[in-house]
C-alpha cells in the first residue's frame, strides 16, 4: 500500500497549485486514513452468490407518463413579455467577462 504522509499531500496540493499548511496536510492524512479503513472494511463483506443490480431498483418503471406536446406558445406569445428581443430571440445585457 502506498504511503500517504503529509509531505504526499503537499506534493499533490503543490501539482493542483494551490498552497497547503502543515496542519490542514496532517488533517487530510488523518482523513484518508478513516476513508482507507472505511474501505478495506467494505473488502470484508462476502458478496459470493449476490446478484449485481443495474438498477437501484428491480421494477420496470411503469408511471412515467407519456410526453405530449400541450400549451405551445407562438415566437409573437413568447416574445410578448420580453423587455428586449431582436429576430426572435430575446435580447440580454453581456454577462460574460
Known sequence: MENYNSAYFKQLAKQL???LS???AQDIVAEFDTLLNQLSLLETIDT???TEMV?????????????????VFT?????AN????????????????
Not at 415566437?75 to 416574445?79: G, K, T
Not at 423587455?83 to 467577462?97: A, E, L, Q, R
Request: hydrophobic fraction near 35%.
Open 82 to 97: 420580453a423587455p428586449k428581443s431582436k429576430n426572435d430571440y430575446f435580447v440580454t445585457v453581456k454577462v460574460v467577462i
Open 75 to 79: 415566437v409573437e406569445e413568447a416574445m
Open 48 to 50: 459470493e452468490g449476490v
Open 55 to 71: 438498477l437501484p431498483f428491480e421494477d420496470e418503471t411503469t408511471f412515467m407518463r407519456e410526453d405530449t406536446v400541450k400549451n
Open 22 to 24: 502543515d496542519q490542514e
Open 17 to 19: 497549485r494551490f498552497d
